[in-house]
């Protein structure tokens, strides 16, 4: 089960410097909850962190627990950005989660946060 909890982070040495994280998982899967068969597709997250930084393994084992949960692309894809602007308070993120066809069709959700003047960062 899918638990924002799992994803562990450190502090960023440089919160001052606005800086660029891209992330790429090419093996992320899920299912549809529809037909019950698996949805592969690959996550690229690209973030300007504030005080905290994503700890990859933490983030690997947070999106392989998407295995077997049957969802929707456009539902996954809002839901990993809630959960990693929740833990990670990032100054920016944007997530493109581009799945494999199925059918003959394509799908890229892309989602995005950014933070307001005198926003906490949600």
């Known amino acids: 089960m899918p638990d924002r909890g799992r994803i562990e982070t450190f ?3 440089y919160p001052a410097r606005d800086y ?3 992330i790429v ?3 992320f899967t899920s299912v549809c909850p529809k037909t019950g068969q ?3 597709g690959t996550l690229t997250f ?3 962190p504030a005080a905290k930084c ?3 393994k933490s983030l690997k084992l947070y999106l392989q627990s998407f295995r077997n949960e049957g969802t929707f692309y456009e539902n996954v894809t809002n839901r990993i950005l809630d959960d990693l602007v929740a833990v ?3 100054r920016r993120m944007r997530l493109v989660a581009s799945f494999t066809p199925r059918g003959g ?3 890229t959700v892309t989602a995005e946060f950014a933070r307001s003047t005198g926003d906490s960062g949600r």
């Open 105 to 107: 069709i394509t799908t």
């Open 38 to 40: 698996p949805d592969f």
């Open 88 to 90: 990670l308070e990032p």
């Open 11 to 13: 502090d960023n040495q």
């Open 54 to 56: 994503v700890e990859l």
């Open 20 to 22: 660029t994280i891209e």
């Open 46 to 48: 690209t973030y300007t």
């Open 25 to 27: 998982c090419p093996e």
